[in-house]
């Protein structure tokens, strides 16, 4: 049961959602305020040679790429089987990240409404600038200064958490395809007293930054995956919005515990659980230095194909930054990504279409994704009946029935401009009940997974924070 304190700022955080800032009149002052942000702080990025890359080495025996201290992270080979799939066996580099980070928020009373404190962050991978970020974005080799590097600012909110002002406080997967078993802990903790807005940072109501969700490559995937971890309460969100229309009025009652599903909890966790136990992924670490249908030239490594991903070299000079030059290797998708929900009214309750996806880099094996979570064109080649499921039915959807559709970058700081187009799709779609691999779950739902860790994937937690924006303001 959540504890009265946690409990009440929920609630108050639910009327965030509507209520005016305090900072920011409206989103128009904060695009201003955002446009003055290069006044203060500027990156430069170039590409570089992975063989080139200051301080950093491959490792005589495997080829790994690792950082000179030993810190950070490596790029690895990883071995795949996954029997039954439409591609059973292949290999790829990988990131190996053991450390977790901190990806935390500050929550503060101003004029009685909660606020967040964001910070305006360049990475090296961003395709445009500055994103909207968390108080507080940091890897362990960050936030103890390996770098020797300036302190992390506000970082100490977030290293004793004992009191009752913690919101969320989660261990979650990151990109599985990615980073092998990369995780990192999501943290809300509320204050008291005054906390100011440093330079680069500022304080927005989560309903200005739904807003700010509708413009591309603006709120970074980092501040997407803690924010869709806050439990709203479905009681605060009846008391304080109205619906608009039918679909808000399922999207409202989609938040209420109290409401109808398709499914149980229960058997959604006995599903989980299932595939799970009967997916056989077989994964295996191995020497960079020769990774089969992969090849190493022109100072980077790529498939032979041309498809999925480049790694590639970046050098790095920054101002308003903890560390003022770096290098670093990078992972660079071919082509932006098609991640949707396909969305639909279930006894007047909005559900969403998930689907249990294996990733080799999973802590877990398998996390509940997107109905859709592809690149389109890496499947260019196979035949119809291995191209991702309900992907016609996303991209040919009448544009009347997409609620929400905003390309959205991910990771800066370790993928270089990947980007995906994030989409909600009404649908009338009938499936098999009886498909061991997709079921339909209220959002109430997906509040109680995100309790717990490794239940939902990184872009299906954007993707409920996209639905969380589409509340009636």
């Known amino acids: 049961m959540v504890a009265p304190s946690r409990r009440a700022v929920n609630l108050r955080l639910s009327e965030s959602l509507t209520a005016p800032g305090a900072q920011f009149g409206d989103v128009a002052q904060f695009h201003d305020w955002l446009a003055r942000m290069g006044e203060h702080a500027w990156m430069e ?13 491959r490792d005589p025996a495997t080829g790994n790429l690792r950082h000179a201290t ?23 580099p ?3 990240q053991p450390e977790i980070g901190i990806l935390g928020i500050l929550v503060k009373e101003i004029d009685g409404v909660p606020h967040l404190l964001m910070q305006a962050k360049q990475e090296p991978g961003n395709p445009n600038g500055f994103q909207l970020s968390p108080t507080v974005q940091a ?3 960050n936030y103890t200064r390996v770098h020797q590097g300036r302190p992390v600012p506000y970082l100490e909110h977030f290293r004793d958490v004992s009191g009752p002002g913690t919101v969320v406080d989660i261990r979650q997967s990151e990109q599985g395809a990615w980073f092998y078993r990369k995780r990192n802990r999501n943290m809300v903790v509320e204050v008291d007293g005054d906390v100011e807005a440093a330079e680069g940072f500022c304080w927005l109501t989560l309903g200005q930054i739904g807003e700010l969700l509708t413009v591309p490559d603006l709120v970074n995937m980092d501040a997407r995956t803690v924010l869709s971890c806050v439990p709203f309460v479905g009681a605060a969100l009846r008391d304080t919005l109205r619906p608009r229309d039918a679909f808000t009025a399922a999207l409202l009652r989609s938040f209420d515990p109290d409401a109808p599903t398709a499914h149980t909890t229960g058997d959604v966790l006995s599903w ?8 056989d992924l077989r994964v295996e670490r191995g020497p960079l230095a020769e990774v089969p249908g992969w090849s190493h030239a022109d100072g980077r490594i790529s498939h032979e194909s041309g498809r999925f991903f480049h790694v590639v070299g970046v050098d790095v000079e920054a101002g308003g930054r903890e560390v003022g030059r770096w290098s670093q290797p990078m992972i660079e998708p071919v082509g932006t990504g098609v991640i949707a929900f396909l969305v639909k009214p279930v006894d007047g309750v909005l559900h969403v279409l998930t689907h249990a ?10 996390e509940l994704g997107p109905t859709v979570q592809c690149d ?19 991209l040919g959807a009448d544009p009347s029935r997409v609620r929400f559709d905003v390309v959205l970058s991910e990771e800066g700081g370790r993928f270089f401009h990947a980007r995906n187009r994030y989409l909600v799709v ?13 079921r339909w779950l209220a959002l109430h739902q997906y509040v109680e997974l995100l309790r717990h860790s490794f239940y939902v994937n990184i872009q299906a937690r954007s993707l409920l924070l996209c639905l969380t924006s589409l509340l009636p303001r």
Do not use: C, M
Request: hydrophobic share 30%.
């Open 426 to 438: 009404e649908t009338d779609l009938e499936t098999d009940p009886a498909d061991p691999d997709y």
């Open 357 to 366: 996806r294996t990733e080799p880099g999973y802590a877990d094996t398998t």
């Open 45 to 57: 990025v170039r590409r570089a040679p992975l063989e080139a890359l200051p301080n950093w080495e």
């Open 94 to 96: 990988i990131i190996n």
């Open 70 to 92: 030993g810190k950070f992270f490596s790029v690895e080979r990883l071995d795949v089987e996954l029997p039954g799939s439409a591609v059973p066996r292949w290999s790829q």
């Open 139 to 141: 890897t362990r080799s």
């Open 376 to 394: 389109p064109d890496n499947y260019a080649h196979l035949p119809e009946g291995a191209r991702p499921r309900h992907l016609p039915e996303v």
């Open 272 to 279: 989980i659980t299932e595939v799970r136990t009967r997916t």
